[in-house]
T-cell receptor
């Protein structure tokens, strides 16, 4: 199946700093990618839909100025957590659909963010 | 939007036992996927099954689209099957998957 790669897998940052997470589709082009957040022992919650060449669409309650999403190419979307705080510590995971594989959606490995 | 409900929320099995996990969804969907999330958070795609039946080793899944439910069968469970199983649905590959709350499976030796 298609491969989605996410980097970094683990990141620790200080409060007040920003951290960038990358999501790449390795063997297919993705005009749309999706970013999720998962708190411990909870399900995955959609944060935003990333659209290549245009602004991301954010879910209700997600601060667009805090979670900056850029989808500059057909194979790369980035999520930047700005002015991170400890409550932003979470598991972040991206996904993308490969049109060549029908409607199947593939996920990256996820990124564990810890803000200290 | 789509709503996805999974049952049971928690399941404890003796190694070697069989189990059935259920997923109900609220709307007609073109994408229904089952995932296993390992302790490191990685989502392993088990099945893409918007309808019909598929089998992969000890795992099989059936989706009855007209009745809006899907079942995941695990046979001869092993301790390595432990983890959280998620069902997720979407209208298409260009729309986001909506996840259920998951079934937390513990297989004990």
């Amino acid at each position: 199946g298609a491969v989605v790669s996410q980097h970094p897998s683990w990141v620790i940052c200080k409060s007040g700093t920003s951290v960038k997470i990358e999501c790449r589709s390795l063997d297919f082009q993705a005009t749309t990618m999706f970013w999720y957040r998962q708190f411990p022992k909870q399900s995955l919650m959609l944060m935003a839909t990333s659209n290549e060449g245009s602004k991301a669409t954010y879910e209700q309650g997600v601060e667009k100025d805090k979670f900056l999403i850029n989808h500059a190419s057909l194979t790369l979307s980035t999520l930047t957590v700005t002015s991170a705080h400890p409550e932003d510590s979470s598991f972040y995971i991206c996904s993308a659909g490969d049109k060549g594989s029908g409607n199947t959606i593939y996920f990256g490995e996820g990124s564990w963010l810890t803000v200290v | 939007g789509i709503q996805v409900e999974q049952s049971p929320p928690d399941l404890i099995l003796q190694e070697g036992a069989n189990s059935t996990l259920r997923c109900n969804f609220s709307d007609s969907v073109n994408n229904l996927q089952w995932f296993h999330q390992n302790p490191w958070g990685q989502l392993i795609n088990l099945f893409y099954i918007p309808s019909g039946t598929k089998q992969n080793g000890r795992l099989s899944a059936t989706t009855v689209a007209t009745e809006r439910y899907s079942l995941l069968y695990i046979s001869s469970s092993q301790t390595t099957d432990s983890g959280v199983y998620f069902c997720a649905a979407s209208y298409s590959g260009n729309t986001p998957l909506v996840f259920g709350k998951g079934t937390r499976l513990s297989v004990i030796a």
